[in-house]
């Protein structure tokens, strides 16, 4: 078990909502407040945008008098070794965050929310509460339940938290990233949970250097403490849109203070935070509904693309951020990394994948005798699958969930038996069989290659690969932990050059063009760079921030491979900043 507590500092008192109500400097406005335990909707969101500040020069000192990060080792804390005998080559999707605020055991409460969101990462976890004023933390390295007990959740009394959990590497290091991170400012304190990617991150960073501020970690969040430090507005809120005016691309945050909570999602809503309410008047914020349902709150909307909402004593407030005229939502939500019982996007996460499912089945049938999934993800678009094609569905793989990321210093002999430990063989299901297999997505190929061989070693007679998903062909820059665009086997071989990689007799994608028309009128609001190389945010920099975080996290490849923690952008993205002629918004595709 890892876990630390934070120390902590009593926070200056902070404007009240009035004041920030009666600010004649501010460009926006705020709802009406309402009062907190009613039912509440809030208005249509009002079409404009802020200009964008640069840094001021004059904030040269380091405003932040310290920063309390989980970055001293516990006395019970693990350390394993660098090695991973995961053979999962899946994406990651980065974290998971959750907000409560009116709630006296909130701090439990975001601990079970976490337990629910736990798929969106195994690496570390934290909650910090607000207590007499106090904001208090408990971070550490593993998963929800080994990071938290009794006595870890005893000292984060309140009825105010926010939590985190997070995917990375394994590494010694780790936990100094491990969020939420919580820093005192010349006004108080503030608390932050990020789930996202910045694409300007290293410039942001190199800037607040040169200007004279420190970090303790390599977490792109730090960035957002410390903006919102040297904002010269003094109401907290405006320090927040001061701070994300600055920031590209994608976020959804929730923070907290002495006497606030405060989520905010970025203008093209990369990725998903819903909001929802108690019985007794709580207001929630979660990555995911799943969330949501474990501890009964209902479900009432998502916070929009370019939205800020504030939850103190005066009700619930919300304010435009930026707002954007068409919303770039991560369709991988649907593909794989949001758990099925999930709403995303206004969609039912489990739908969606049937439905996948049924399109594979039309549009890329096989004479077979059975369909099975790769488990877990591929479970329901193989149960679409098999209702369109009139075929048994079976469960010929069974996936031990008691593996876990067990970190052992492997041979290669060993490394190989990765996929056996997780995916366990059913002879009898299999044996003579002509099976269709499903599954969400082909990364590097490696993992499907092993399946089939798997299934073919257990009497399979032909093995036809469906996967549930376009081939992805280019990385993401939006918080996912995807490899590098050269890693990617659907960005370097055609499909049938895969399907011969892999083993398998027949290989089909789902067709772009039908997930674009399965989505109908709404296709225009997700995001696929991963399928098609067209970044909706152009990555700005020359190098790009890979999610891993770095290599003292246990960043795979060498240090010279990685360059320090940061891989190359694409070189299309040179070029394109050498056009001065080309507009602001330009999206780069990645060849």
């Known amino acids: 078990m890892a876990a630390t507590k934070l120390s902590t500092l009593s926070p200056s008192p902070s404007p009240s909502p009035s004041s920030l109500s009666k600010s004649t400097s501010s460009p926006f406005s705020l709802s009406s407040p309402k009062p907190l335990p009613k039912p509440f ?17 004059s904030a040269a000192k380091n405003p932040i008098s310290d920063i309390f990060l989980g970055n001293k080792p516990c006395p019970d804390a693990p350390n394993p070794p660098a090695l991973s005998l995961d053979d999962d080559e899946k994406p990651r999707e980065e974290c998971g965050v959750v907000g409560i605020y009116g709630d006296p055991e909130a701090s439990r409460l975001s601990y079970l929310a976490l337990h629910a969101l736990q798929h969106r990462g195994q690496e570390g976890a934290g909650i910090v509460s607000v207590y007499n004023d106090v904001l208090q933390s408990v971070t550490g390295v593993g998963l929800v ?16 938290a926010i939590g985190h959990v997070r995917y990375s590497t394994a590494g010694s290091s780790m936990l100094k990233n491990v969020q939420p991170f919580v820093a005192g400012y010349r006004f108080g304190s503030v608390g932050v949970a990020h789930n996202g990617n910045l694409v300007n991150y290293k410039a942001l960073r190199n800037k607040l250097e040169d200007n004279g501020s420190i970090f303790n970690t390599t977490s792109d969040t730090e960035v957002v403490l410390h903006l919102i430090a040297i904002s010269k507005h003094r109401p907290f809120l405006l320090r927040i849109v001061d701070a994300c005016e600055q920031l590209q691309g994608a976020y959804s945050m929730v923070f907290v203070t002495k006497d606030k909570l405060v989520a905010v999602r970025d203008p093209y809503g990369f990725r998903p935070l819903v909001m929802g309410r108690r019985s007794n008047g709580a207001v929630v ?21 370019g939205e800020i909402v504030v939850v103190d004593k005066e009700g619930v407030q919300s304010l435009c951020l930026l707002a954007h005229p068409e919303p770039k939502q991560c369709i991988f939500e649907h593909i794989y990394f949001a758990l099925p019982n999930s709403v995303i996007f206004g969609r039912s996460v489990y739908k969606s994948r049937r439905e996948f499912g049924e399109i594979l089945a039309t549009e890329a049938p096989v004479d077979c005798d059975i369909v099975i999934a790769v488990p877990d993800s591929g479970n329901v678009a193989a149960q679409g699958y098999a209702a369109k094609a009139g075929v048994p569905f079976e469960q010929g793989l069974l996936r ?14 060993i490394r190989d038996l990765g996929v056996r430990l997780k995916l366990h063989p059913v002879e009898a299901v299999l044996k003579g069989k002509r099976v269709v297999v499903v599954d969400d997505s082909i ?32 990385s993401c820059y939006y918080g996912v932990d995807t490899p590098s665009s050269e890693e990617l086997i659907s960005n370097r071989m055609s499909v049938e050059e895969i399907r011969k990689f892999i083993g398998s007799d027949s290989l089909a994608f789902l067709p772009f063009d039908s997930l674009k028309k399965h989505l109908g009128q709404e296709s225009g609001s997700f995001c696929y760079a991963c399928f098609t190389g067209n970044y909706p945010v152009e990555p700005r920099e020359l190098k790009v921030k890979r999610v891993g975080d770095f290599v003292d996290d246990g ?14 952008a694409n070189p299309s993205l040179k070029e394109a900043q050498n056009k001065e002629s080309e507009p602001e918004e330009t999206v780069v595709k990645v060849l």
């Open 41 to 57: 909707s809030l208005p249509k969101l009002p079409s404009f945008s802020l200009s964008r500040r640069t840094l001021s020069a």
């Open 285 to 305: 914020f979660a990555s995911e509904t799943c969330a949501l349902d474990l501890i009964e709150a209902t479900y009432e909307r998502e916070v929009f693309p």
């Open 400 to 413: 031990s969930h008691y593996v876990g990321r067990t970190f052992i210093q492997p041979s290669q002999k």
């Open 555 to 568: 960043l795979n490849g060498s240090l010279e491979s990685i360059d320090g923690g940061w891989v190359q």
């Open 443 to 474: 990364v590097r190929g490696t993992t499907s290659s092993k399946i089939v061989r798997l299934l073919k070693e257990s009497g399979a007679k032909e093995v036809h690969m469906r996967i549930a998903s376009p081939p992805i062909v280019a």
């Open 145 to 160: 339940s080994e990071v938290f007990n009794e006595s870890k959740l005893d000292q984060l009394p309140g009825d105010i």
